[in-house]
């Protein structure tokens, strides 16, 4: 995996070699560039499932602008690189063209993803061991690049090319028996995306239709974890102990789809102009599964003991869906803005599974009867879901300083499930044709006065009945935002927002409110001097119906969190040197209970023209309300070089 690391320098050194051999001049470049020091205590998973910050080299920024002589190969190129090195996230960007000629444009971006909580699947906690035992800790690869030949032209084709690839190891559970084991695993998938289509400019009327073909591989291996063959229950079940002696299992996926993708937009006067968009997509997949394990377990589903499972699962999908949208926009009066629109979308989902197991060495449960059973179960689902939507708005102008708008949508939802038996396991269907209709409205009003801008919004969805459970009958929220600039001396900023929403069905009972208001001050109170203060409070509360799985029955699930953040920070300027620090705070008292603190304080001092150095401390403290476990406290340390030109 090395080699992919290195893709932004070895980009950087050919674009350096194309630059000096087409004689071009640099008109700007910088570089910052350093080292930092970590130093963490307390539980080092929990700050790289948060933070994920290491030790090491690290770059800052890199730009480089350069302008060639018109004729060459190029006559502009534009690169941006940072974050790679001791940052969890890097990112790298390239800009080259020829007027008239081409438009190349090619992004990556790699990232660290790393999850070890102590409190996730971790049914000994109690006992102090951590972390939990669903973990991850995978690297991410995304990889863009896209043509334009002939910008500006009449007829300009489009070609593109991406890759998208996860890669690394994990652990996670797995019941089989009446017991649940502790599993290594490790997760490779990749993507690959090729595109081509063309753009169409004429006077008053763009297009563009671009075709991808898509194709992906997924494989996910699992292992038992070393010393896991014990489980999470020691408890021995119908009088025998339970173990698990050897595991493997190995996940299989491959897909393909190609997307068709269309946009148009044209102006017919200054005061009528019409958009367009249509997406075709057609899904393909497979799954392949095959497991093998070992032990002594006991299965209540075939009454019996057994030795040994050999497990193949074989699954297809198919999920070909469109969708498309038209809108018309209009002026029919001065100061009064009209438009209207039309979308309808259309998902098939069609799907097979066939799991055949062999159980090995099985006895009943008096000790007799040896041999080998064999069950198979196939399941086929099916849903179609149908999809219309009307909307229109109105919105003046040329009011002074005030601008007012509303707008009213309705949509309409047509849902057709055929699920499988073996897949229902609740009482009541779960199949059949339901429909449902959301009526909209929102409007909405903004004010300039003097140094004062306010803007207020209201939105408000009503359904008369619901499909699944996640879907709200009734959804309304209030939002409001005010900016006060007072000269250069002094800006306000201040938002506030009301979310309320339910689902009152019988075995549903869904209620959701959610608060949240904040205000940050910018005090210049010298020229060289800037204070920022800043406070938020956050609050949300929700209650729905769950399903207990192990008895079927129903129970309220409520969960509440009561959020508060607090920051300040101040900056100064004196001559070469600049100096910032501030504090924050961020703290939960709801069913997540947590405080994070961070300080900081940089210096920046310009050395010379040309070069300049920074100094870096952060500081961050963690604290769980109720597992003290989790605490860390970390500090980074850097120092950072800047050359620009």
């Known amino acids: 995996m090395r ?7 070895l980009a950087l050194l050919l674009l350096a070699l194309l630059a000096a051999s087409a004689g071009a001049q640099t008109t700007h470049f910088s570089l910052g560039a350093g080292y930092q020091w970590l130093d963490v205590s307390g539980n080092e998973d929990m700050y790289k499932s948060q933070l994920n910050e290491r030790q090491g080299l690290a770059l800052q920024e890199l730009s480089l602008t350069v302008a060639a002589p018109s004729g060459g190969l190029f006559d502009r190129l534009r690169v941006d690189a940072s974050g790679f090195g001791a940052e969890p996230e890097g990112r790298f960007r390239l800009s080259v063209g020829r007027s008239g000629m081409y438009d190349l444009r090619i992004s990556y971006f790699r990232a660290r993803a790393f999850s070890a909580l102590p409190t996730l699947a971790n049914p000994f906690l109690d006992q102090g061991i951590v972390p939990g035992q669903h973990t ?10 896209d043509l334009q030949l002939f910008p500006g032209a009449v007829i300009t084709p489009l070609v593109g090319y991406s890759r998208y690839h996860v890669d690394g190891p994990g652990t996670t559970t797995y019941h089989v028996g009446e017991n649940e084991y502790r599993l290594d695993s490790h997760l490779a998938e990749t993507t690959h995306e090729a595109r081509a289509g063309v753009g169409i400019h004429l006077d ?44 493997n299992r190995r996940d299989r996926s491959d897909g393909s789809y190609a997307v068709t993708t269309g946009s148009f937009a044209g102006t017919v006067s200054d005061r009528l102009r019409f958009t367009g968009s249509f ?29 040994g499972l050999g497990q193949q699962t074989h699954a297809r999908t198919s999920a070909p869906d469109w969708r498309g949208a038209a809108r018309v926009e209009a002026e029919p009066v001065d100061g009064l803005e009209a438009s209207g629109g039309y979308a309808r979308s259309h998902r098939d989902f069609d799907g097979l599974a066939l799991i055949s197991s062999l159980y090995t060495g099985t006895v009943n449960y008096a000790g007799l009867d040896p041999r080998n059973l064999a069950t198979l ?12 939507t ?5 919105s003046t102008r040329n009011l002074g300083p005030l601008r007012l708008w509303a707008d009213v949508a309705r949509v309409d939802e047509e849902l057709t499930v055929t699920p499988d038996a073996a897949e229902i396991v609740v009482p009541g269907g779960q199949g059949g044709r339901f429909d449902r209709t959301i009526r909209r409205w929102s409007a909405g009003a903004t004010a300039t006065v003097d140094g004062l801008k306010l803007a207020l919004d209201w939105k408000d969805d009503h359904a008369p009945d619901s499909i699944v459970r996640t879907d709200y009958r009734d959804l309304k929220r209030w939002r409001l935002r005010a900016d006060w600039t007072a000269g250069k001396l002094l800006r306000v900023v201040g938002t506030a927002e009301k979310l309320d929403g339910d689902n009152p069905a019988e075995g549903i009972d869904y209620d959701f409110r959610a608060r949240h208001w904040g205000v940050d001050v910018d005090l210049t109170a010298l020229e060289a001097l800037g204070v920022r203060l800043g406070y938020a409070k956050f609050k949300a509360d929700s209650a729905v119906t769950i399903v207990v799985p192990q008895n079927f029955t129903l129970e309220p699930s409520l969960y509440t969190e009561d959020g508060e953040e607090k920051s300040a920070s101040a900056s100064y300027k004196i001559g070469p040197v600049s100096l910032e620090g501030g504090w ?3 703290t939960n008292s709801g069913d997540l209970g947590l405080s994070l603190d961070r300080a900081f304080a940089h210096c920046d001092v310009e050395l010379t023209a040309a070069l300049g150095a920074t100094l870096v401390f952060d500081r961050y403290r963690y604290r769980d309300d109720l597992l003290a476990i989790s605490n860390f406290d970390a500090n980074r340390y850097a120092f950072l070089l800047r050359w620009h030109e």
């Open 204 to 247: 008053g009327f763009q297009a563009t239709v671009v075709e991808a073909w898509r194709a992906f591989h997924d494989t996910d291996a699992y292992a038992l974890a070393p010393g896991g063959g014990a489980g999470n229950n020691p408890a021995p079940v119908l009088g025998q102990d339970q173990s698990l002696d050897s595991f």
């Open 390 to 394: 009307w909307d229109g708005m109105l």
């Open 377 to 388: 179960l196939t399941s086929t689902t099916a849903l179609e879901r149908n999809q219309t």
């Open 584 to 586: 924050s705070r961020f």
């Open 279 to 307: 997406v075709k997509t057609d899904f393909q997949s497979s799954l392949a599964e095959d497991e093998q394990l070992s032990g002594s377990l006991v299965s209540f589903a075939i009454a019996r003991f057994f030795g």
């Open 3 to 9: 080699h992919r690391h290195r893709t932004p320098a």
């Open 136 to 145: 991850q800790n995978r690297v991410l690869d995304n990889l863009d690049m």
